[in-house]
């Protein structure tokens, strides 16, 4: 596929994509790429019309953030109000204490 080329994770070593199931894995270098990622778009549609169901797909972690085809239709249609880690870019659940991050406890930030 053509935009695959342009993924900022071409290249990565593809075992950070795969890491632990929360609350052991640690998701830190996948999202650094997906966070700089030109094509999270196209790389989030793709996610959803194979149902991949594990590892790190367009900066959301299949197996640790709930209801993952939700997040991954959000960004796909360019419309997502999800708060992210300024330090990680992880999710912030709305589970979680409102404004920290349930992996490095920095604040969060609308993406
Ligand atoms: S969004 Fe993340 S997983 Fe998807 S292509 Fe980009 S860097 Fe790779
Ligand atoms: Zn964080």
Same mark, same amino acid.
């Given at each position: 596929?053509?935009?695959?080329?342009?993924?900022?994770?071409?290249?990565?070593?593809?075992?950070?994509?795969?890491?632990?199931?929360?609350?052991?894995?640690?998701?830190?270098?996948?999202?650094?790429?997906?966070?700089?990622?030109?094509?999270?778009?196209?790389?989030?549609?793709?996610?959803? =019309?194979?149902?991949?169901?594990?590892?790190?797909?367009?900066?959301?972690? /299949? $197996? @640790?953030?709930?209801?993952? !085809?939700?997040?991954?239709?959000?960004?796909?249609?360019?419309?997502?109000?999800?708060?992210?880690?300024?330090?990680?870019? =992880?999710?912030?659940?709305?589970?979680?204490?409102?404004?920290?991050?349930? /992996? $490095? @406890?920095?604040?969060?930030? !609308?993406?």
């Amino acid at each position: 596929m053509n935009w695959q080329r342009k993924a900022a994770c071409l290249g990565a070593p593809p075992g950070i994509f795969h890491p632990s199931v929360p609350p052991r894995g640690d998701p830190r270098q996948a999202l650094a790429y997906c966070r700089r990622c030109p094509v999270i778009a196209e790389c989030a549609a793709e996610a959803l =019309r194979t149902r991949r169901g594990s590892g790190i797909v367009a900066g959301i972690w /299949l $197996c @640790g953030d709930r209801a993952w !085809p939700k997040l991954l239709r959000e960004i796909v249609f360019g419309h997502t109000a999800r708060k992210r880690c300024v330090k990680c870019w =992880r999710i912030i659940e709305s589970a979680s204490s409102p404004g920290t991050c349930s /992996l $490095c @406890g920095f604040a969060e930030i !609308p993406v």
